[in-house]
């Protein structure tokens, strides 16, 4: 009886222990996953791209690639198009098929554009319109390509979330890019735009100005599985064209940079998002001589391994990732009229980027109360600012400086709706940026934005 009772009291002890035990294991922060997707998003012989239809594919594809980050709440989707834009109801079912593929919410996925030209647009609102007042021309708005891509991509992330792998840490590096990013808009002595300095600019006294406002820096937020990265996510803020209008869909010089790194580094998928680039381009350093394209894109991938070589790797729990998203509504431009716009649409010949077409898709948007989301992905230390539009870059160095104690990064070229965003001073100095033919929104767009940058940054008053 003794023994029995010893047995018991050993039992006991035990039981108690393991009952002990259990809160410290469901208060640890949950271990991460990282899932890497690849599509093919090049589009077919014969299809419209941008400007103009596919007459030949080339050697380099385009790609929609992305990562899953799981383990931290309901997964977390960041996505890369290589394409020129993605708006309106084409963003939305991008994101809300994604989230579907994932279980996840679609406010919880991000999907960026690089914003090559040489590649297709992707607008379900503007599509819908153009069927419905029975307009012809108009076939970069046929969006059965695009449709395709996305089930694609919804079936990679299933495909890659059954075999995630382990992210035990996370990694940061920065470095500077040389001779590739310019600012664009030239000022005059009175304060207004005097010259727009465009992709490839022929005139050497443009070339010759200073680079002006922009932001050298290139950005690298990696994960890795103890010492090997799975995903190497670079950002980096300029447009992305050395030439176009080629009929031949290309990743142009930002994605033969990705290629580089990932022939480099071939365990890691790499992943590029173009940052708030608005107003910042290659002309200074491109006169439109083809070998160009070559030589930026060395320069992309150079600055690219250095901020590898650069990165600081630190462990990885749920605890240290977290999203956070505001939804803002943003002011319509006083030149958008939709009686004008449709009477424009049925008289005037198909042409442009951004079209008629598109801006009455954005402005019928907003009169039906369309928030975009603003988001932030906190990783560490690290926070990358997601965000709409061709956003100009004095929005990134603003987010720099809100939170000087943290690495910052921002992936602009999100809902492509609103077109070109730019400060409130920079419409009062014209250019071509900020005309009623690029930009969909009100100067009263910069406060919006900032107060949503702050909230997310935790800087707000």
């Known amino acids: 009886m003794k023994r029995l009772s010893l047995s018991l009291i050993v039992l006991l002890i035990s039981l108690t222990a393991i009952q002990g035990s259990e809160p410290a294991k469901k208060a640890a922060s949950p271990a991460m996953k990282v899932a890497a997707f690849d599509v093919d998003a090049t589009p077919p012989l014969g299809s419209a791209m941008a400007y103009d239809p596919v007459k030949r ?9 992305g990562i899953v980050i799981v383990g931290a709440g309901k997964p977390i989707i960041l996505c890369a198009v290589d394409w ?54 108009y076939g970069r708005f046929d969006g059965g390509f695009h449709r395709d891509v996305i089930q694609r991509a919804a079936k990679a992330i299933k495909v890659a979330i059954a075999s995630a792998q382990p992210a035990t840490h996370y990694g940061w590096g920065v470095a500077a890019v040389k001779e ?32 002006g406002v922009i932001d050298p820096e290139v950005a690298l937020l990696s994960f890795w599985n103890e010492g090997r990265p799975i995903a190497v996510l670079s950002y980096y803020a300029c447009h992305p064209q050395s030439y176009y209008r080629t009929g031949i869909p290309s990743p142009d010089f930002p ?9 480099a580094v071939p365990e890691a998928l790499h992943v590029h998002f173009n940052g708030a680039g608005g107003n910042i381009g290659a002309g200074k350093y491109n006169d439109g001589n083809k070998e160009n394209r070559m030589a930026l894109a060395q320069r992309l991938a150079d600055g690219m391994k250095q901020a590898l070589a650069e990165t600081e790797k630190q462990p990885l729990t749920g605890a240290d990732v977290g999203w956070e998203t505001v939804p803002v ?13 449709i009477k424009d649409l049925k008289t005037e010949p198909a042409r442009g980027y951004v079209s008629k077409a598109d801006q009455l898709a954005w402005l019928i948007r907003c009169k039906s109360g369309h928030a975009i989301d603003i988001a932030c992905l906190r990783v560490g230390q690290s926070r990358v600012l997601h965000m709409p539009g061709e956003l100009f870059v004095e929005y990134q160095l603003a987010a720099k400086k ?27 100095e014209g250019g071509y940026e900020t005309s009623a033919r690029a930009s969909n929104v009100a100067p009263e767009v910069e406060p919006v934005l900032i107060n949503a940058m702050m909230q997310l940054l935790g800087t707000k008053k």
Do not use: W
């Open 57 to 65: 594919l080339d050697e380099l594809t385009l790609r929609c690639r």
């Open 180 to 211: 590739v990013a310019s600012n664009r808009r030239i000022l005059g002595p009175d304060g207004k735009v005097r010259a727009v300095r465009f992709t490839a600019t022929k005139d050497p006294a443009l070339r010759a100005e200073p680079e």
């Open 402 to 428: 809100m939170r000087p104690d943290l690495h910052i990064a921002m992936a602009a070229y999100g809902d492509y709706g609103p077109g070109y965003i730019g400060t409130t001073r920079a419409y009062a």
């Open 329 to 341: 509504k943003l002011p319509v431009a006083p030149h958008l009229n939709y009686e004008n716009l």
């Open 84 to 137: 020129i834009g993605i708006a309106n109801e084409g963003h939305d079912q991008f994101r809300e098929l994604l989230a579907d593929a994932a279980e996840t919410t679609h406010d919880r996925v991000a999907v960026h554009t690089l914003h090559q030209h040489d590649a297709p647009g992707c607008d379900f609102t503007a599509e819908r319109l153009i069927r419905n007042l029975g307009l012809k021309d």
């Open 255 to 263: 994605g033969i940079a990705r290629f580089i790194r990932g022939q």
